[in-house]
């Protein structure tokens, strides 16, 4: 890949220059790749690996300073979030909780600032997020898609609906993303453990039906995670 890229950064400074050359297809066939969409996507995969991103734990209530250190200053990170009480993290969609069920469960609030909707989750309940710079041309549908392949390879019936993932057509997961002028996140959670009837009381009527996780642990999606970012 490196020889690879090494090639399309010459075929670049040659256009730049007028200087004729080959389709650039032609010469990444030379390196393996039929489509210059193929190699654009093992491309980006590839720089993902690449750029040193390390992991960082951290409790719920440090979770946003955490996120918005490693978005100042552009760390790589994989952030795991780990819950041991309930908690509602509020995004930048306005939504109307019901403040006696908040006190009813001894929820904390969390006020999030980032792109998407609330999320309520309880203790054993996981959140992960991905910081890496933009120059990787990946999204959350990379993420999102990434994780249905990972649940459906255990053997659950897994779909990306927007932003979030459905199994047996309840919502497991809920995304959102954080993007700075150089620097991207993508943060998600997932629920582990049956929390519908406090989010239920908490939130309202949703057309999604909460769901969670059972055919495989928090901890073994932190291995899956670790295995494939570190």
Same mark, same amino acid.
Request: proline share 3%; net charge negative.
């Given at each position: ?105 001894? !929820? ?6 980032? *792109? &998407?909707?609330?999320?309520?989750? +309880?203790?054993?309940?996981?959140? $992960?997020? #991905? ?33 979030? !993932? ?6 497991? *997961? &809920?995304?959102?993303?954080?993007? +700075?002028?150089?620097?991207?996140? $993508?943060? #998600? ?42």
């Amino acid at each position: 890949m490196e020889n690879a890229i090494k090639v399309e950064n010459l075929y670049i400074q040659n256009r730049l220059n007028n200087i004729e050359t080959e389709p650039l297809i032609d010469i990444l066939k030379g390196y393996g790749f039929d489509t210059l969409e193929d190699y654009y996507k093992q491309k980006a995969e590839w720089q993902l690996l690449h750029c040193e991103i390390k992991e960082v734990d951290k409790s719920a209530e440090e979770a946003f300073p955490t996120i918005n250190t490693l978005m100042q200053y552009e760390i790589p990170s994989l952030l795991l979030v780990y819950h041991d009480y309930p908690f509602i993290w509020h995004g930048s969609k306005d939504y109307d909780l019901n403040q006696e069920a908040v006190e009813k469960y001894n !929820i904390q609030v969390y006020e999030g600032g980032y *792109i &998407g909707g609330t999320i309520v989750g +309880g203790k054993g309940d996981l959140s $992960f997020g #991905v910081f890496y710079p933009k120059t990787i041309d990946l999204r959350s549908d990379y993420f999102l898609d990434k994780l249905v392949e990972i649940f459906r390879a255990e053997g659950m019936n897994a779909e990306k609906n927007h932003n979030d !993932i459905l199994i047996d057509g309840k919502k497991v *997961i &809920g995304s959102a993303t954080l993007e +700075g002028s150089t620097f991207f996140g $993508f943060v #998600v959670f997932i629920s582990f453990s049956d929390q519908s009837k406090m989010i239920k009381e908490v939130c309202g009527v949703n057309p999604k039906e909460p769901g969670y996780i059972t055919k495989m642990t928090a901890e073994d999606l932190e291995d899956k995670l670790r295995k494939w970012l570190l």
